[in-house]
């Protein structure tokens, strides 16, 4: 996502998968989705168009007005059910076995390779911190252990916040209870190259994170 442009992600009930949602081919403007909080229940419209369907970036979906009906807030039982019946526990499984590469300190995917760009995986620890290399623009990076075990660093978190939002949430989390769980919602960036990779790659995303103790949600 950039300027006032946001990336976003629904999940079909109907059909038990990620879609993007996109008006015209793009991407929907801040201003067009005031009225939809994260993890609401919506109806949408697709428009019927047919959009080129390249890995990973299968779930674009082209919608006509009107394009969000509101319908209502999930409740706190109903997003750790969703979480827990859709999240995966290994990163590289979800991605796509042998699709998910690492490009100097880097991980993403090659175009054309993959299964998906969108989905939620379990994680038993994550953390968020923030380079200042450029005070004017900072990063905001995640590193996260899934469940198979696996580590990954340098994520770039892309959450839409403010920084003093961001701010609030750096930090490391983990399970203290068995009965706790975090989940990060993770995301293919389109394909790039930062001039010094062998190969364009889509670049691995935190998109945002849930973590309930004890089956409370304590944070979104």
Known sequence: MSGTKVCM??????DKRYFRPLKNGYNFDISEILGIDL???????PSGDE???EYPHCEDLNIESPYFT??????????YDFFTDTAYVDT??????????????????LSNTGKRSLGTVEVDYF???????NPEKPSYRVSFRDLSGELY????????ALPSKKDEMLGEYEKEYEDDRLFLRLSLAREWNNGQWEDDMCVLQV??????????????
Do not use: H, P
């Not at 992600?9 to 109907?14: D, F, N």
């Not at 993890?39 to 419209?45: A, E, R």
């Open 51 to 53: 959009l080129l369907m």
């Open 207 to 220: 998109s945002n994170f849930a973590c309930f103790e004890n089956k409370e949600l304590v944070n979104l």
């Open 39 to 45: 993890y609401s229940l919506v109806d949408v419209n």
């Open 70 to 79: 509101f319908i209502r807030e999930y409740t706190d039982k109903e997003l």
């Open 9 to 14: 992600s629904l999940y079909s009930l109907e």
């Open 127 to 133: 953390e968020i911190t923030k380079d200042t290399f």
């Open 153 to 160: 660093s340098n994520i770039k978190f892309v959450i839409k």
């Open 92 to 109: 590289k499984e979800m991605f796509g076995e042998g699709s998910l590469i690492k490009q100097g300190r880097t991980w993403g995917i």
